[in-house]
């Protein structure tokens, strides 16, 4: 994968932290698919990755993700994500760790598939 690609996702994720879907998902190709553990999917396009985000960060205050390490495998980046939120009204903050695995075509994330860390 090509540094400009690692550079698309580590936009994303800033984005994605400031709660700025349109940057965010400037760095989606219009045909996004994203499957997650938590909901099943796969989501469709800018649409409907951006309700599924929006729908997944509405019960928090707060929510971080720090990408954590980086691979490369073939035409895939591999990201493990920690991921911090605080829920609305609280003073708790819950963590998890969890591994997107990116397909990029023409500089843009094509495909997002998340999956369990191991840790």
Do not use: Q
């Amino acid at each position: 994968m090509s540094e400009e690609d690692r550079e698309t996702l580590r936009l994303g994720y800033e984005a994605y932290n400031r709660g700025d879907w349109d940057g965010l998902l400037r760095g989606m190709h219009p045909d996004i698919e994203w499957k997650t553990i938590r909901t099943g999917g796969p989501y469709r396009g800018h649409d409907e990755v951006r309700r599924f985000l929006e729908d997944m960060r509405e019960p928090f205050e707060e929510v971080v993700t720090e990408p954590e390490e980086w691979f490369d495998h073939g035409d895939r980046i591999v990201v493990f994500v920690r991921i911090r939120a605080r829920p609305r009204g609280s003073d708790a903050v819950a963590e998890n760790r969890i591994g997107n695995v990116w397909t990029m075509r023409g500089g843009k994330a094509i495909r997002c598939e998340e999956a369990r860390s191991s840790d």
